[in-house]
């Protein structure tokens, strides 16, 4: 079950940042120095918050409780990003021409990743040690990341397939 939730980490990771990074290509006038800034604050963010659940998992009593908490936030906050992504625009443009400087665009990309980033980052940590507990041996990190870079592939064809139609 656990390889399932691993897997599914990069399914729902990936295709959500593809449908993020067209949301801010759509609010920040299409221009590809925004998706490097985008992808910069993501991989950041998830970065941190795989950092801090690798500091504190330990302390974590109940592990696959705690990750099926990650889960749902994960489900309840991924809508309300796209929503934040779709309305930021009346707050940052004064007109629908006008295109968003340097500083706003990395402010907004840091701000937009922060929470869903870090409970990726979380997520995966977590999944992993549960993983390695289920398996009884510490080497699990590279089936881990296996499990999830497959979600991954299967996650951004099946999000691109479904945003070109």
């Keep these: 079950m656990i390889i399932i939730c691993i897997f599914l980490l990069g399914f729902v990771s990936l295709g959500f940042q593809i449908i993020l990074v067209r949301e801010v290509l759509v609010l920040f006038s299409e221009n590809e120095l925004t998706i490097g800034i985008f992808l910069a604050s993501w991989m950041l963010v998830v970065a941190f918050g795989s950092y801090i659940a690798g500091r504190f998992s330990y302390r974590i009593k109940n592990l696959p409780c705690f990750s099926d908490i990650l889960i749902l936030l994960t489900g309840i906050i991924m809508p309300l990003e796209i929503f934040s992504i779709r309305f930021a625009g009346y707050f940052f443009q004064r007109t629908l021409v006008e295109m968003i ?61 479904f945003l070109i139609k």
């Excluded at 665009?105 to 840091?110: G, L, N, P, R, V």
């Excluded at 041996?137 to 990341?145: D, I, R, V």
């Design 101 to 161: 400087g340097i500083i706003p665009t990395f402010a907004f990309s840091f701000i937009a990743v922060f929470v869903i980033g870090l409970l990726f980052g979380c997520w995966f940590v977590l999944a992993t040690e549960i993983y390695s507990k289920k398996e009884k041996y510490y080497n699990t990190a590279g089936k881990s990341y296996t499990y999830e870079t497959t979600g991954s592939v299967v996650g951004g064809l099946a999000t691109s397939i």
